[in-house]
């Protein structure tokens, strides 16, 4: 099954489950995901008083000049419990993700680098995928009627696969290889509507 049909079957499932018990709807972008040129988007769904399951997706496919590039995909399901009400206060989750990148030639502090392990991302060239989850804890604030903004944050564990390349040109691979992280898996400011 492609990466497209995979994606497409996924939210249509949730969006199915959500038509059956959804009391609400709030469609979302992570504000911070947005400053690093990558376009997403969330919709969460009301399962009642107290829960609430979200999805979300992101897709960078640019390459910016001298071959720089973040290029990455992910989809993070999370189921969420409410301490009040849905959308409305604290909150905490379990949510799983997994997606693909292929990056090459930025230069960023460690401690930003992706899982905190690819760390010479400026003079070698990544490709792979990757897949985990973890829990979250996070807040929302009601700023209208239909608009509220949210913060969280997550921590869990990444399972990486990749592919390690001097320069992507020359095709040499330079270290095939895994590594598992743990530790922040999400910081999000998300801007939401609810329907």
């Keep these: 099954m492609s990466k497209a049909r995979l994606l497409i079957w996924f939210i249509t499932a949730w969006i199915g489950i959500a038509e059956i018990a959804a009391q609400e709807v709030a469609v979302k972008?992570?504000?911070l995901y947005d400053a690093t040129t990558t376009p997403n988007i969330g919709m969460e769904f009301g399962m009642g008083q107290h829960w609430t399951m979200q999805v979300f997706y992101g897709l960078n496919p640019w390459t910016f000049s001298e071959d720089r590039?973040?290029?990455?995909?992910?989809?993070?399901?999370?189921v969420r419990y409410w301490l009040c009400s849905t959308f409305?206060?604290?909150?905490?989750g379990l949510h799983a993700m997994g997606g693909e990148f292929n990056l090459e030639g930025i230069r960023l502090p460690n401690?930003?680098?992706p899982f905190g392990t690819l760390t010479d991302l400026k003079d070698h060239h990544y490709e792979g995928w990757y897949a985990g989850g973890g829990l979250t804890y996070g807040y929302q604030w009601i700023l209208g009627r239909h608009w509220n903004i949210e913060a969280s944050i997550?921590?869990?564990?990444?399972?990486?696969d990749y592919s390690k390349y001097k320069c992507k040109e020359c095709g040499f691979e330079?270290?095939?290889?895994?590594?598992?992280?743990?530790?922040l898996t999400k910081e999000v400011i998300s801007?939401?509507?609810?329907?």
Excluded: Q, S
């Design 29 to 31: 972008t992570d504000l």
């Design 69 to 78: 590039k973040v290029r990455h995909w992910v989809v993070m399901p999370e």
């Design 88 to 92: 409305n206060g604290h909150f905490f």
């Design 111 to 113: 401690y930003l680098m």
């Design 154 to 160: 997550g921590l869990g564990g990444a399972y990486l």
């Design 174 to 183: 330079e270290d095939p290889g895994h590594k598992v992280y743990f530790g």
């Design 191 to 195: 801007l939401l509507y609810i329907f």
